[in-house]
């Protein structure tokens, strides 16, 4: 029974019937209190928050007019709070009990105890277990909680003895399995505990199928039914399919463009069009069949509908509708594209949300869409990219919000959240070229909120000891002019000589025509000595350059243009990067060592099976020549390849190919490697790789021989830690040596 209420004021507010619940936290809920200001019309939403709560079974609310104010009286039964879960079944793994555990707390009423169910279920399903039937009862406890004892049957698991397909014609029966992730038992999935049936699996192998065969010019096809035979433990899955025609692509028009011209959306749409690369290559891999640009498919048609919407979000046209129509005439489809383009939509405000240490500046200055500019999507998704390559951010949401006051203005908000912001760790590593030693590292890379990087690292080994301090400001007098300084000293004793490098680095690095392109210039001027030098040595000019000298003065220009599209830095998903260092050390820059040097990079990464397979291909190669003289180069200098780092070849000791003085690798003038790998990618923080790698090290050009290369296979391992970096671990085997080798690399390398 609800009075109608004339008054605002509440007087005193009395409650019977809790038995699980306090008072107050029965006002709080209903966010009510005695002596308040309310908006009576709108008394009935103060009820409503209580069934939103969760908090009660049934009430009812009386009142009694007092004056200027109103009392009232609430009768009420409540629902107690789930303490916690009792299992009386046996739980698959340790993963079901963290998906409900964010239940503890709550309320226990029948929709929540039905919500839990369902969930529980669902997860029994997606580990594949048929028909499932879980039931929900409450204990309850002394402090007015109760544990939730969760009973039934968890359904039976059933292998897959046998898939047979009933219809299909164009694509045999071993392509359509082979693209299904239940598969038939066999004796290597028993051992494996593998090849049971998932209902939740089988319903997306159907999907699967039917864009096969919707991508390869059969629009009617269908799936006329299935059926699962069950015996004992095992299942027989019977698949009955309906080809249908095959079609081809004919005629493609539009109608409603105005803004665009016929011809300018034939551009954007990939209709006709053969596969780009990358497409290909997916497509390949994905199904194992050649792709024909003149098949109808569907995949095309969702392509060039997505290109088309795009082109109108580019322009500000984010509301313009687009439908494709299909009409199809004996073999053949017309497609036309239905316009409504609408109306163009301004950017009003930028909001920023999350950032509770860096700058609103830092964040703006990547972003490439302004208040007052038309929506531009690709500068959008742009500006997403920058923000990720800060590294500032474990996440980031860019999306846009509607003005409702004003149907042509959106506001776009961008959600972060922020990684730690300094890296401090001190301890111990080990490496097969430094042998053990101990180091600090303190590193800020977004320095007060700033942008800077400032950073301090001290190792201190047996063989290595290292002390840097730097500083980088990426966007120098509000421009994306990167500029640093790095002071260092390195000492090394190395097996047939040491070396100490002291110095000063300097930095300045700016766009070029676009993001992607850039240019970079490091100056460093440092004191070098290379003493202990191995007798293997003695007789060559790089001996008797040495062993005159105490110490020599080094002063280098490096100069590194780059074009880098890649998603980001660390494991990345997509896009290619190219990367052409040179050095001129000495010359017409002064110092006492001559010589210029090359080390070209190229990257290609092709994503697969929804970005969770990437296809990782690397070329190295470098050259260095002596100038103004015939002295010999100091031997840190020549190319050795071996272990990891950027002149790694794994499976292979550290600088142990190249050419030999004695029975020591001093190294060569010019080296090549290649890099494949296939990279099981299951978050954007780890990734687990199988590699192929070769490579080899020569004295001279008229030496380099591609059919002398040293070559290696493995698996590999690679995990960003918070606070620590990236750590990783690689397995190889030496095809050359016939030989295993472990490597550990504590970097940003691979």
């Known amino acids: 029974m609800i009075i109608i209420l004339i008054s605002e004021i509440l007087g005193k507010i009395e409650v019977s019937g809790l038995k699980y619940n306090s008072k107050n936290s029965f006002l709080s809920a209903l966010n009510l209190r005695e002596g308040s200001f309310v908006q009576m019309p709108f ?6 928050n209580a069934y939103l709560s969760g908090f009660l079974d049934t009430f009812e609310v009386y009142g009694k007019f007092r004056n200027d104010t109103i009392d009232l009286l609430f009768k009420v039964s409540d629902y107690p709070i789930i303490n916690g879960f009792k299992w009386e079944i046996k739980k698959p793994s340790k993963d079901i009990e963290d998906s409900i555990a964010i239940y503890k707390g709550r309320f226990s009423s029948d929709y929540m105890k039905f919500k839990i169910k369902s969930e529980i279920e669902k997860f029994f399903i997606q580990k594949g277990y048929v028909n499932p039937n879980i039931q929900i009862k409450e204990q309850f406890l002394d402090n007015k909680r109760v544990n939730l004892i969760i009973s039934g049957k968890v359904g039976d698991k059933f292998r897959i003895s046998k898939i047979i397909f009933y219809g299909n014609k164009t694509f045999s029966s071993k392509l359509l399995k082979n693209l299904m992730s239940n598969k038939e038992v066999n004796f290597f999935r028993k051992i494996l505990r593998g090849g049971y049936f998932s209902e939740v699996k089988f319903q997306k192998d159907l999907k699967t199928i039917e864009t096969l065969y919707k991508d390869n010019g059969f629009a009617d096809f269908k799936i006329d039914s299935f059926k699962l035979d069950y015996e004992e433990n095992m299942v027989k899955i019977r698949i009955y399919l309906n080809e249908g025609k095959r079609y081809y692509f004919r005629n493609v028009s539009f109608i409603g463009n105005e803004k665009f011209s016929n011809s300018m959306l034939e551009n954007v749409i990939t209709i006709k069009k053969p596969l780009n690369l990358i497409s290909s290559l997916k497509y390949k891999l994905g199904y194992g069949v050649n792709y024909n640009p003149k098949l109808y498919s569907r995949f095309k048609v969702i392509e060039s509908l997505n290109n088309l919407s795009g082109l109108y979000a580019d322009s500000g046209y984010i509301y313009a509708q687009i439908e494709p129509i299909e009409e199809k005439r004996d073999s053949f489809i017309d497609i036309t594209f239905k316009i409504k383009e609408n109306w163009k939509v301004k950017v ?27 929506f531009n999507r690709s500068a959008l998704m742009l500006s997403y990219r920058n923000l990720y390559y800060l590294n500032y951010f474990s996440s980031i949401n860019v999306n846009f919000k509607p003005v409702f006051e004003d149907s042509s203005l959106v506001d776009l908000e961008i959600h972060v959240e922020e990684k730690p912001t300094g890296q401090v760790g001190a301890g ?10 101990f180091n600090v590292n303190l590193q800020q890379p977004n320095f007060l909120g700033r942008g800077w990087t400032v950073s301090f690292l001290a190792e201190y080994g047996s063989r290595r000891q290292n002390y840097q301090v730097s500083f980088t400001e990426p966007w120098f007098g509000g ?9 260092y000293s390195l000492n090394r004793y190395l097996f047939t000589f040491s070396q ?6 300097l930095s300045y690095g700016r766009r070029l025509w676009n993001i992607f392109s850039r240019i970079k210039f490091d100056y460093t001027f440092e004191y070098i000595t290379v003493y202990d030098i191995s007798p293997l040595y003695s007789g060559t000019q790089f001996y008797d350059f040495w062993t005159s000298r105490n110490r020599v003065l080094s002063s280098s220009l490096t100069t590194t243009f780059s074009y880098d599209i890649r998603d980001r830095i660390f494991n990345p998903s997509k896009g290619y990067l190219f990367s052409f260092p040179w050095t001129l050390n000495g010359g017409p820059i002064g110092g006492d060592l001559h010589f210029i040097k090359f080390i070209p990079e190229f990257q290609f990464i092709i994503p697969n099976y929804k970005d969770k397979l990437i296809s990782f291909f690397r070329i190295n190669w470098g050259s260095i020549f002596s100038i103004l003289s015939k002295q010999e180069l100091p031997p840190y200098e020549y190319f050795a390849l071996g272990d990891v780092g950027p002149l790694g070849l794994r499976g292979y000791d550290f600088r142990s190919i190249g050419t030999k003085v004695g029975s020591s690798v001093l190294g060569g003038r010019h080296f090549f490697r290649f890099t494949f790998e296939e ?3 299951p978050t954007d923080q780890f990734y687990i790789s199988f590699f192929y790698e070769t490579g080899n090290s020569w004295w001279a050009i008229k030496t380099i021989d591609f059919k002398n290369l040293y070559s290696s296979i493995g698996i590999g391992f690679r995990v960003e830690v918070p606070i620590v970096g990236i750590m990783g671990f690689d397995f190889a085997y030496s095809l050359n040596y016939r030989q295993f080798k472990t490597h550990f690399n504590l970097g940003p390398y691979y």
């Open 679 to 681: 990279r099981i990618r």
């Open 348 to 374: 009003r405000l930028i909001n920023i949300y999350g950032n509770t240490k860096t700058w609103d500046e830092i964040i703006r200055r990547e972003i490439y869409v302004f208040p007052g500019d038309y």
């Open 500 to 505: 100490r490098n002291s110095g000063i680095s």
């Open 479 to 487: 421009k994306p002019i990167l500029v640093g300084i790095n002071i």
């Open 428 to 437: 111990a590593s080990y490496s097969q070229l430094d042998g053990l030693f």
């Open 43 to 48: 008394f009935r939403n103060y009820l409503f």
